[in-house]
């Protein structure tokens, strides 16, 4: 599939566009440093496979995709696989692993398989998004106040060592660092500040992005502790830790290649098969959401969306990285840092390649405890209190798969919140399949209950219409009206077919129309409609004999 051709809408040219993506693309590479070498540390993974993997997901996706604002790279999601197959198989046989997975999902989206993207409740993405934003302020508060035991990244309520998201709030008050907290107090103050509307209506402060001034404070006060203060100086620990490359030969070993002779190995294609469903799945949530936040409501064709996927994993396997997957926290980070189009993904792949080989010691120097506030306001966002009130007023078919989500993702996992969350939604769809799969309606004109059967009954009206025949008295008079139903399944028939015997020990007068049960009438107009001369309407209900 050849590249995406260039937007001919000048409201979306990389060009015009530029002043806004660019100062994205800077906020979203300085968060994903952090995560992809968490992810790769969680991964067990040497750590230059998340760097790679973070880069080529921000080079190759964008040229392929035409997600506008969507940013990719290693995902959390798969750390624990990713981790158990590293093991199992050994680094370079596992990157084989990735390229395989590249091409499986290259296939997936040949054939089409994108379209799961759009069975995802909105109140379930709502809620992804939400619980996605609670996490990320959860799981920053300890980064923020120096106890950084927990690898950036993780989204998951079990942390590694046994710890949990909330047992990790408890456990921190034993580790503050008064450096830390001065850097993210003054860090998240620089970001609100520059949220208010007498900053961002000076130009300057709309070139100048927030989160780089926040970054380059965080720097310049760690430096000045070192100075004055050495109790508040921040260690390596408490730094962003790229791996730094020792000239040429360094740069060489940054890279892997996959040990192609491995392909023998059948439980190669095991993982690969496992992290091409689980990839595309989180990827195809995650273009929901993006494609949510998105102020310009563009739509992501989900098909080319794996294809671009499958093909950035391919190259990440090739080179020595971990396997790519479209993320909700870049994601959104890009949206929220004003992002416009594709181009900031690619900006923020650059700076990564450019970074990771030529100046690591300088991102080297950036606190995570600054990182943290930039993930404070990230989160908020995504989960303000407007948003509860909003999801209340929608009404509780809404509002509980939207909860449910949010507490899904809290306590467990991405997969596993959204699954829950999937399976409540699906409840209210058949209580109201239940409810209102069939009407009933009572004639005005004289004594006759009309049931007018919905366009579709199946197997889920079974309920409701037994409840409905049911309540039927003795010597009524009753049509069931089918004259508009375009499927009814065998089981409904049957009810209907019993309730005929019913009728007759009931001295119930039953007539039928437009329905395949034996004896029921073939399908004729309702009413026959007669326009007089004054233009008013005389109806001469037409009912069977």
Known sequence: MSPSPPVNDDQFSVWKNLGHDLPAGIVVFLVAVPLCLGIALASGAPLSSGIIAGFVGG???????????????????????????????????????????????IALGFLRAGIIGYYFPSSVITGMLSGIGIIIFLKQIPHAVGYDADWEGDIGYQEPGGETTLSALVDMTNALHPGAIVIAAVSLGILILWEQPFMTRQRIFQLIQGPLVAVVVGILLNLGFQRFTPDFVLGAEHLVQLPLADGWSGLREFFTLPDFGAYRNKAIYTVAVTMAMIASLETLLCVEAA?????????????RELVAQGLANTVSGLVGGLPITQVIVRSSTNILAGARTKASAFIHGLLLLVSALLFPHVLNLIPLATLAAILFVVGYKLARPGLFVRMYRYGWYQFIPFMVTILGLVFTDLLTGVGVGMAVALFFILLEHYKYGVYLHEAHEDSRLILRLAEQVTFLNKANLLRTLDKIPPHAEVVIDGSATRYIDHDALEIIENFKAEADAKHIKLTLIGLPVEGSLPSIPRTDIKRTDSGECNETATTPV
């Open 59 to 105: 080079l190759v996706v964008p040229l392929f995709s035409r997600s506008p604002l969507g940013v990719s790279g290693p995902a959390a999601g798969l750390a624990v696989i990713v981790y158990e197959a590293i093991q199992q198989l050994g680094f370079q046989p596992f990157l084989l692993a990735v390229v395989i997975a590249g091409i499986f999902q």
């Open 291 to 303: 494609d949510k936040l998105d102020p310009f409501k563009r739509v992501t064709p989900t098909n």
